[in-house]
């Protein structure tokens, strides 16, 4: 198990908003045992005594770290400015998952016991469908910063999300791809051993369907094979006008590699897993072109977006990815929800949540729907010069 410990100091009249390992002295349970989790006043002026204990189960080592690293900058940004905000003070440990669902449902036990009024994560879809159950039926409420997979929320009414679902973000991505490439005929490429992937490609071959595009093949692989040549050799055959592909990034990286090796030109689009800086830092030239559908434009000229950049580029001398930007945002949403009523028990947060509408941030106008899930622009990707920038 890994902990993340980071003290934020604060005067006496500020809030102190404490990333502490779940093992730290005074565990997060006393907060919500003691009834202190109610406050005066609401939004701004929101005032709670005692500290609002919130957990995070984040994939930092293992096979998404890459996703969960993000993630962890993100909630770190966000707890840095709350504490500055004042007025509500956050105990908040993250935990480590090793991208290993077993070690996620030891984490949400953790939680739930220790009386975490709300719990962030896990990073993939595949270990939310069996973590998220424990929180539902504990009544514990959950915000998924990155769980993207159909069904999700189907697991209950606690089960929230701020990430926009592949069945959201795909059909704009191949309605684009299609008036953008002109596709007529495409390979449909997966790996069918993840809930994330296997949701990824139900969302593609529905909208290639809707959009009148033939598939010519689907091909599928393993979520840890790195080797795609033969299959890429078998597509090429088809002469495809494009590559359709759901996988993590641990694939997408030598898929595209070995695809532009082989000499296949034609687009590759990639779902959600593709939406990660690895991709060109790791494929280079040959992510040149690659489509990728997404739920934040780094290039947004919003307010709320333009000073994240800013604070983000500070903090860790790096350009933030999508991962960091919803967990980042995550933290500010549950923040807006407890300061609409003051009040952090589990109960007054799973229906602020559940009334968040027209908020500003980060991904754009963000609201929550009666199914409990984001409702915010998505935008469409291609690699340009070593960036994402918006397909035109």
């Known amino acids: ?19 502490a390992s779940c093992s730290s002295e005074g565990g997060s349970g006393g907060s919500e045992a003691s009834g202190e989790l109610s406050g005066e006043g609401t939004g701004d002026s929101c005032s709670i005594e005692g500290e609002v204990p919130l957990g995070a189960v984040l994939s930092l080592t293992g096979a998404a770290a ?3 690293e993000s993630q962890q900058r993100g909630l770190e940004l ?23 669902p077993k070690q996620g449902i030891t984490l949400f036990d953790q939680f739930v016991n220790d009386g975490a009024s709300l719990i962030i994560g896990p990073t993939l879809s595949n270990a939310a469908v069996q973590s998220d159950p424990i929180a539902q039926e504990a009544g514990v409420p959950v915000l998924g910063i990155s769980n993207t997979a159909a069904g999700i929320t189907d697991i209950g009414d606690y089960i929230f999300r701020n990430s926009l679902t592949e069945q959201a973000v795909i059909p704009q991505t191949i309605a684009k791809a299609t ?43 393993s979520k840890a094979d790195t080797d795609f040549r033969a299959l890429l050799t078998e597509a090429q055959g088809l002469e495809p006008d494009a590559l359709v592909v759901s996988g993590l990034i641990e694939a997408a990286i030598p898929l595209v590699t070995q695809a532009r090796e082989l000499g ?40 709320e977006n333009q000073a994240f950049l800013e604070a983000y580029q500070a903090e860790y001398d790096a350009a933030p990815d999508q991962f960091a930007a919803q967990a980042y945002t995550g933290l500010m949403l549950i923040d807006e929800a407890i300061r609409s ?13 559940g009334e968040l509408e027209d908020v500003p941030t980060v991904l754009g106008e963000f609201s929550i729907d009666e199914n409990r899930d984001a409702v915010h622009p998505a935008v469409v990707q291609v690699v340009q010069d070593g960036k994402f920038a918006v397909l035109e």
């Open 179 to 221: 008036e953008e490439f002109g596709l007529e005929k495409v390979v449909v490429m997966y790996s069918n051993d993840d809930a994330f992937t296997e949701s990824g490609f139900e969302a593609f071959e529905a909208a290639l369907e809707d959009e009148g595009v033939e598939i010519a093949d689907t091909l599928t692989f």
């Open 1 to 19: 198990m890994r902990s993340t410990t980071l003290h934020t100091v604060a005067a006496a009249t500020a809030a102190v908003f404490v990333l």
């Open 66 to 68: 890459s996703y969960g």
């Open 341 to 353: 009523e003051c009040a952090a028990d589990r109960e007054s947060l799973k229906t602020a949540l």
């Open 78 to 100: 966000a707890a840095k400015e709350l504490a500055e905000k004042g007025g509500i003070t956050y105990d908040l440990t993250i935990e480590d998952d090793q991208t290993d």
């Open 264 to 303: 296949i030109d034609v687009p590759i689009i990639g779902g959600n897993g593709f939406n990660n800086p690895r991709l060109m830092a790791d494929a280079g030239e040959a992510a040149e072109g690659v489509v990728v559908g997404a739920a934040w434009n780094s290039a947004s000229d919003n307010p």
